[in-house]
């Protein structure tokens, strides 16, 4: 009888071990797969360093064909950047997280200090070029640590 009565018990506990591997290993991180970074930094760090010299139209440059056309011009482009994401505009550094591929289209996380030396994440999206250049197709901030350590 003794041994009935624990089988339950011994089951249960082996269900309750294996469900924090179960879900620790389908958890897994959405940016485990780092792929293209130097790319994904040259483009991205670009930008910002040619806003941080006021290069605008080298700024204006790494942006994707499609953001190109929505602002028309170099003038336009720098004053939403300006406006929306001074962040970016003025920020004091930035160090490259994690990134991941979805087809022509790469996720990069990037921490930045901003000009007023608080921390912010940022999210970019990149889209690859006809000619296997990457190119900012959008960036996502918000104030607070790290996307992802």
Known sequence: MA??????????????LSLPIVAVSTAAPAFAQSVS?????????????AFRARKHD??????????????????RFVGMV????????????????????????MYQEVDIIGPDGFAYAALYTLEKQADGTWR??????????????
């Open 58 to 75: 080298e700024a204006f440059g790494y942006a994707s064909p499609n953001i190109r056309k929505m602002f028309g011009n170099t003038d």
């Open 3 to 16: 041994l009935t009565s624990t089988l339950p018990k011994a089951i249960a506990l082996a269900i309750s």
């Open 37 to 49: 970074f130097e790319s994904a930094e040259t483009v991205i760090g670009g930008q910002m360093r």
């Open 82 to 105: 300006k406006s929306g994401y001074s962040v970016i505009y003025g920020a004091q550094s930035w160090t490259f997280g994690r990134n991941r591929l979805e087809g022509k289209v």
């Open 136 to 149: 900012i197709a959008g960036v996502q901030v918000r104030k607070g640590a790290a996307v992802a350590t």
